[in-house]
């Protein structure tokens, strides 16, 4: 029935609808921190509906026969942000077992033992030996006054260390990226915390999925948000990680992911401009809604697919499906 009701809402030709997931991280066991993160149990259970159920292409071969007129029903991709060493490590694999492929877009400044702000923020509180922690104390006063109206924040648990990490993500989220940047690894010093440097994929790891049959794309060098960038700024990090991408994989890199991807806040106009002038030829939002001919081919939604149970994911998409693209 599902299938059915699917192949209504997507059919193919001139009036298709392409959806696109998009995924982060595929961890190997549960996160009791992050207990609705993706998995491996889940990601397999769900890999294996996706090839049942649908008809997935590579993000590249179906953008364009979105915009030919020629996309199969119940068209779908698969897309990761950022560059997870998971990816590689577990995503890959069950991809592989299931004959399904996928769109991995990397920040390249985090690759060979980088690391993302969001996740120094989220490993030192972790990984913190500390009862509580305060962010308004932190030394030169790294955050600004935002930072400074947070209370110590309790660490004695799994639910109040998810709680201190939202808050601390929301102070630092909008910063400028060096004041970003700084904020994190403040906070990563007063946690007293010993921080991981093997979160994200090797250089090897990349070209790894690229030899398997997987498509790369860019996501910029440093996870800017354009928005807060001069022009000059935006082009050089939209330019240099495709160029970075290309050296590695020896091929083009024609598929695009811009940060955080919330149009009109996180990118805009411009932004899409300086993508198409760089060489890539489809990018992807965060905004909802799935894909039709006339979508901006810069400005592709992406669905995010949180649900437990196929059944929900399934009249969720459904309903995706029916949402006009925002972008």
């Known amino acids: 029935m599902m299938k059915s009701l699917l192949g209504l809402m997507a059919?193919?030709?001139p009036r298709g609808r392409l959806s696109i997931l998009i995924f982060h991280r595929v961890l190997p066991q549960p996160d009791p921190i992050f207990p609705d993160e993706m998995h491996a149990q889940r990601f397999e259970a769900l890999c294996a509906w996706l090839a049942r159920s649908f008809c997935v292409?590579?993000?590249?071969?179906?953008?364009?026969?979105l915009c030919e007129g020629s996309l199969p029903a119940r068209a779908l991709c698969i897309t990761f942000d950022d560059g997870y060493a998971d990816n590689h490590d577990v995503a890959l694999p069950i991809l592989r077992r299931h004959g399904l492929c996928?769109?991995?877009f990397v920040a390249t400044g985090f690759l060979d033992g980088g690391r993302m702000w969001n996740d120094t923020l989220v490993e030192a509180v972790r990984r913190s030996p500390l009862d509580s922690l305060d962010p308004g104390g932190l030394e030169g006063g790294s955050g600004g006054p935002e930072a400074k109206k947070l209370s110590a924040l309790p660490l004695a648990s799994d639910a109040a260390r998810r709680a201190a990490i939202d808050q601390l993500i929301g102070v630092a989220k909008y910063l400028p990226l060096a004041d970003r940047v700084g904020f994190a690894e403040a906070v990563?010093?007063?946690s007293r915390a010993r921080l991981p440097d093997d979160l994200m994929m090797r250089s090897a790891q990349v070209v790894a999925l690229r030899r398997?049959?997987?498509?790369?794309?860019?996501?910029?060098?440093?996870?800017?948000i354009l928005a807060r960038l001069d022009r000059a700024q935006a082009r050089q990090e939209i330019e240099s990680g495709k160029a970075v991408l290309e050296s590695l994989i020896q091929d083009p890199v024609t598929l695009f992911a811009y940060p955080n991807g919330k149009p009109g806040r996180d990118f805009?106009?411009?932004?899409?401009?300086?993508?198409?002038e760089a060489g890539f030829k489809f990018a992807v939002t965060t905004a909802p809604g799935a894909a039709g001919a006339l979508t901006d081919r810069f400005r592709l939604p992406r669905f995010t697919p949180w649900d437990r149970s196929?059944?929900?994911f399934g009249l969720r998409l459904v309903r995706n499906l029916g949402t006009p693209a925002t972008a």
């Open 310 to 312: 196929h059944w929900r």
């Open 188 to 190: 990563a010093r007063a």
């Open 212 to 224: 398997a049959g997987m498509t790369i794309g860019g996501h910029t060098v440093n996870h800017p």
């Open 57 to 65: 292409l590579p993000l590249d071969q179906a953008a364009a026969r």
């Open 102 to 104: 996928a769109t991995f």
């Open 11 to 13: 059919r193919g030709g």
């Open 268 to 276: 805009l106009p411009e932004h899409a401009e300086l993508v198409r």
